[in-house]
């Protein structure tokens, strides 16, 4: 059985930084996609691609409005992925999920995930 637990969204100012973690089980995040994805205020029915990691830890995407500034790591230890947010601004005030994706290609469409998490709120104020 798949699970997945996102935590570490918060509220913090625009510029500010947080790290947002997925601890997964039942599942390798080595051998799959994790993907994390957000859906903002008045949006939720849109669930944002932001930034997944497959096959390998040079294996990365990011959606263009969080390149340079969001990094995606994981930790086979703790079969735990996280998102490293810096620079923040309003804009990325979301609910943030992550996702697993079988296999290795790199996507940030959801509908290519099949299992997910119960979101993280993050909140930047201005």
């Known amino acids: 059985d798949v699970q997945l637990q996102a935590s570490g969204g918060g509220l913090v100012q625009a510029g500010g930084s947080l790290r947002l973690a997925c601890e997964v089980s039942?599942?390798?995040?080595?051998?799959?996609?994790i993907g994390w994805f957000r859906q903002a205020p008045g949006k939720e029915q849109e669930r944002e691609g932001v930034?997944?990691?497959?096959?390998?830890?040079?294996?990365?995407m990011y959606a263009s409005s969080v390149k340079g500034r969001f990094t995606i790591s994981r930790d086979r230890t703790k079969n735990t992925v996280w998102l490293q947010m810096n620079s923040l601004k309003p804009d990325d005030t979301a609910v943030y999920y992550c996702g697993v994706r079988l296999g290795w290609r790199m996507t940030l469409d959801p509908s290519e995930y099949y299992a997910w998490g119960q979101g993280t709120q993050v909140t930047v104020s201005s």
């Open positions: 930034s997944c990691v497959a096959h390998s830890d040079s294996a990365t």
């Open positions: 039942g599942i390798s995040i080595h051998e799959n996609t």
